[in-house]
């Protein structure tokens, strides 16, 4: 009824209806319906606007219906003086200032702009130009680029980098205490105490690397029998306990090892002393090469001996 077309005789004719019915079908349902609408003609083309009301019995009880047949519908508050519609259905598309929903089913969401800055598809592809995410994230693939991770990070799997930069692996170097000519400041003869901490600051098996420590003592060559030298000894140890003692006059001597450190094993300390003792009058000769230490992951992947 609402949408029914009336023949209008002229053109350019127009026409008002107010239509009301209610009627009982042979099931003894009863229906009713009211509506005003207005139809015109123009240029041969036929136009109709209204809005009805309708109820009737269902075999799942009443069901009412309020239609508005329009091509453009939009709700205005008058309150506030704003003639600037809230609410536009215009075409197949409806237009909302701003909309507050408890629950929202969309197979799609897009936003303005051109390109859209946002969107989510039907099978749950999100794409957004910039987000601020807080709360908790569980991916399970996926690429990120020129990113900074503000605090710790855990990976229970693989790393893989073509690039570390960073203290995956720890170095520490210095020199060997000397005794030096208090008038020229050269090197004599080595004689001190370098001391090592290593923290157990790591969940895994690490490894001290200990590259070789080359030492040497002097040798002096006399026409007799009596040759006098000059002695340089290394003495290490591991928490207090010696782990090498090694003595050098001409022949040089060198100590390297690889020591392991397990995970929970408490801090590791590493002290190495040098002295040298002379045979000869004056002062004695010795020369020692710096300590350099390292620290690094106790892992045999990738590497194989045969």
């Known amino acids: 009824e ?19 019915k209610e009627w009982q079908d042979a099931n003894g349902k ?6 005003v609408k207005i139809e015109q003609t123009e240029d041969g083309r036929h136009y109709v606007a209204g809005l009805g009301l309708s109820m009737e019995d269902t075999p799942d009880g009443k069901a009412s219906q309020f239609l508005v047949a329009a091509d453009r519908i939009a709700f205005i508050n008058p309150q506030n003086g704003n003639q600037i519609p809230g609410f536009v259905m215009q075409g197949d598309q409806i237009f909302m200032n701003e909309a507050f929903l408890k629950y929202l089913s969309a197979p799609t969401i897009t936003s ?3 390109p859209p800055a946002f969107s989510l598809t039907p099978d749950g ?3 957004a130009k910039n987000a601020d995410i807080s709360g908790h994230i569980n991916a ?9 991770i ?4 855990t990976i229970h799997g693989t790393l893989r980098a073509e690039r570390i930069l960073g203290d995956i692996v720890k170095a ?10 208090p008038s020229t400041g050269a090197k004599r003869y080595a004689s001190g105490t370098l001391t090592v901490q290593i923290d157990d600051d790591q969940s895994f098996d690490r490894q001290i690397i200990i590259p070789p420590i080359n030492f040497q003592g002097s040798y002096y060559g006399r026409n007799d029998t009596n040759d006098t030298w000059d002695e340089c000894t290394l003495e290490v140890r591991r928490n207090g306990a010696l782990i090498y003692s090694g003595t050098s006059s001409s022949i040089p001597e060198s100590y390297g090892a690889t020591l392991d450190m397990p995970a929970g094993g408490g801090i590791v300390t590493l002290t190495f002393s040098v002295s040298t003792r002379g045979n000869s009058t004056g002062w004695p000769n010795s020369r020692i090469s710096d300590l350099i230490l390292m620290v690094v992951k106790k892992s045999t992947a990738g590497i194989r001996i045969s």
């Open 172 to 181: 520490v170097g210095k020199e060997f205490p000397y005794f030096r000519e």
């Open 150 to 153: 503000a605090e710790d990070c």
């Open 140 to 148: 399970t693939s996926g690429a990120l680029n020129n990113v900074v």
């Open 2 to 20: 609402l949408l029914e077309k009336v023949d209008l005789t002229e053109d350019n004719a127009s026409r008002l209806d107010e239509f009301s």
């Open 125 to 127: 592809r999100l794409a």
């Open 30 to 35: 009863w229906n009713a319906m009211w509506g």
């Open 112 to 114: 303005g702009g051109n």
